[in-house]
């Protein structure tokens, strides 16, 4: 039997990081084709296919791993610095929305009138459905450990309900978020302050439902006992990424709700 | 609430009795029980203080012909690469070592002998 002599996963040839590339290029010449032409059917394919991609990629990690066994601790150990770079690039990718926050809020230009918020803007009130937004990230942290601390103890039932609490609060923070968005006095199109909101608020939303599916995924594994008590990064993954996601929010709220009002 | 509490722990004692194979109590296996495949090899190799593969730093040994650098193979030959071989040594030796007699290190002179193992199957 010629086995190998490491620990590494040599994974097996697959179809779905070309998959992945083709819906790339369709999602993005998709979008110039609607840009120009009016037409959404490709631009629909390349997000269909993402999301076929998506689902059939990671479900062949779970394969590999839980139902195979080839995910050695040196395995793992690859997987936790691939997660954490991920993550740094996530930081850096917000760090360009806050400069451009930053930007232009330090030194407001004469057309804004020269200060901040500029003429015309009225900004959401940061003590109200804002700081309750806070509240309930910040308590989704929280759960979310619970449910880390419940793995790692085994006790399934309290991993399975605080995990299901995290992914509540996760959907209220949504909900909330689409109430404001849809109440708010201005709009993305209201000069740079509607701009830098919209964009860096939009893609933090994006991360959060992002977020709540990973660990929808998790607690679906979880109730299939996919986990155990000291094998679970899976989990351990989308929680780091709750946490990024949840203080992305701190560093918004003080700049733009708070600071920026 | 209370019905809710009652609902949960009758799933969770017929999700124990379905899966006899889940001893701990509060319902979430453990390695021993679940793992599979080469982390389990590898998990219960380690248990026993053995490193089939090679997970862990080579052990060193004083490289005298009494007391040679064990090289463990699964054929009858492996690349040996020694990078402190002299002090001021600023590259790395390379060099076979096959089965038989302890061999030499061409640079400082310690003794490498290869010792044939079997992979866990």
């Known amino acids: ?261 | 609430l209370s019905s809710g509490v009652e609902f949960s722990s009758a799933v969770h004692s017929a999700v124990c009795r379905k899966y006899v194979f889940i001893c701990c109590v509060s319902g979430i296996p453990t390695d021993e029980e679940q793992a599979t495949g080469l982390e389990k090899i590898i998990m219960e190799t380690m248990k026993e203080g053995k490193d089939p593969y090679n997970m862990l730093k080579p052990k060193s040994y004083s490289g005298t012909k009494e007391d040679p650098n064990i090289v463990p193979s699964i054929t009858n030959r492996r690349i040996v690469a020694v990078s402190v071989s002299e002090e001021d040594n600023t590259a790395i030796v390379w060099f076979w070592i096959h089965e038989g007699e302890a061999q030499r290190c061409p640079s400082c002179g310690s003794y490498y002998k290869l010792v044939h193992y079997d992979l866990p199957h």
């Open chain 1, 1 to 261: 039997m010629a086995h190998q002599a490491h620990p590494y996963h040599m994974v097996d040839p697959s179809p779905w990081p070309l998959t992945g590339a083709v819906a790339a290029l369709l999602m993005t010449s998709g979008l110039a084709i609607w840009f120009h032409f009016h037409s959404t059917i490709l631009m629909l394919l390349g997000t269909v296919l993402l999301v076929l991609t998506i689902c059939q990629w990671w479900r062949d990690v779970v394969r590999e791993g839980t139902f195979q066994g080839h995910h050695t601790p040196p395995a793992q150990k690859g997987l936790r610095y691939g997660m954490i770079l991920f993550i740094t690039s996530e930081v850096l990718f917000f760090a360009g929305f806050f400069w451009a926050f930053y930007h232009s809020s330090l030194a407001p230009t004469p057309e804004l009138g020269g200060f901040w918020p500029p003429a015309g803007i009225t900004p959401l009130d940061p003590f109200e459905v804002p700081l309750l937004n806070t509240a309930v990230l910040l308590a989704s942290g929280v759960t979310v450990t619970w449910a880390h601390h419940s793995i790692m103890e085994g006790d399934r039932k309290q991993a399975i309900h605080s995990l299901t609490l995290t992914i509540l609060l996760g959907g209220y923070f949504t909900f909330l978020q689409a109430l404001e968005y849809y109440e708010a006095p201005f709009t993305i199109a209201d000069g740079v302050y509607g701009a830098t909101f919209f964009v860096a608020t939009g893609f933090h939303g994006l991360h959060v439902i992002i977020g709540s599916t990973f660990l929808a995924v998790c607690l679906h594994r979880q109730i299939r006992h996919h986990f155990t008590s000291t094998h679970h990064f899976g989990f351990e993954a989308a929680a780091w990424y709750w946490h990024f996601v949840d203080v992305v929010w701190l560093f918004l709220y003080i700049s733009i709700y708070w600071w920026g009002s």
